[in-house]
């Protein structure tokens, strides 16, 4: 089990540029979560998807924020055009089953910076 | 490299006792922050305690405080006077430096009525 995969691990781009996050979930896990981490408001969900399904995307920020599950082994977290106060750690997290009660496994995260 | 480990997947208390979340961890640094997060049906993250590895003194916050060893490399949550509200999964995280959070894989905490 290799866990879940971020790529890429650090990214710094300019401001305006387009950032594309990429995350592998568990094989076999069919929720997967997007979060976003800084220093001022701590994880913040930014959207969840339950068998590549959108379920809840509340939590993000601007329509600068897109995310797609095209399948069941890959989704992108896409920022266009990029700004400074984008600067965070984005993680990605999946889990077994849709239930409230299944626990989440996190990737390694992306440390995007934004200039 | 860091490492966060919670051995109890699953926990349960009656509603106004008290319970205790185990965590240990990993790291070779000296200086590092620990967190318990909480995680409702909503799916939100909710920062529920801090603790600076510098401070000797446990975190407290209301109802909730840590046992925090570090020798032992030991970060657990206690919760006095459990509540319904309380029930949620339960993650440990540790950062250092300028790195990511490292989570814990959760424990879930149930509230008997």
């Known amino acids: 089990d290799a866990g879940v995969i971020q790529s890429p691990r650090h990214e710094v781009t300019e401001m305006g540029q387009e950032v594309t996050l990429r995350c592998k979930p568990i094989?076999?896990?069919?929720?997967l979560f997007w979060y976003r981490q800084t220093m001022m408001r701590g994880l913040e969900l930014l959207i969840y998807?339950?068998?590549?399904?959108?379920?809840?995307d509340s939590g993000m920020p601007e329509d600068r924020f897109s995310a797609k599950m095209p399948n069941a082994s890959f989704s992108t977290l896409k920022i266009q055009p990029s700004e400074p106060r984008d600067s965070a750690v984005y993680f990605c997290?999946?889990?077994?089953?849709?239930?409230?009660?299944?626990?989440?496994?996190f990737g390694n995260g992306t440390r995007l910076t934004v200039t | 490299a860091q490492t966060v480990t919670q051995s109890q997947p699953e926990m349960s208390v009656q509603e106004a006792e008290t319970v205790t979340l185990s965590c240990t961890y990993d790291?070779?640094?000296?200086?590092?922050?620990l967190f318990w997060y909480k995680q409702p049906p909503s799916r939100q993250m909710i920062l529920v305690i801090r603790?600076?590895?510098?401070?000797?003194q446990n975190a407290t916050e209301n109802r909730f405080s840590v046992n925090f060893q570090k020798a032992a490399k030991s970060f657990s949550l206690k919760i006095s006077d459990s509540q319904l509200g309380d029930a949620a999964m339960y993650f440990c995280?540790?950062?250092?430096?300028?790195?990511?959070?490292?989570f814990g894989q959760g424990t879930r905490l149930t509230i008997n009525p």
């Open positions: 997290a999946s889990s077994p089953r849709g239930s409230v009660n299944s626990p989440l496994h």
């Open positions: 094989s076999g896990h069919n929720s």
């Open positions: 998807f339950n068998n590549n399904v959108p379920i809840d």
């Open positions: 790291t070779s640094e000296s200086d590092y922050y």
């Open positions: 603790q600076e590895a510098y401070k000797q």
């Open positions: 995280a540790l950062i250092q430096g300028a790195q990511k959070l490292v």
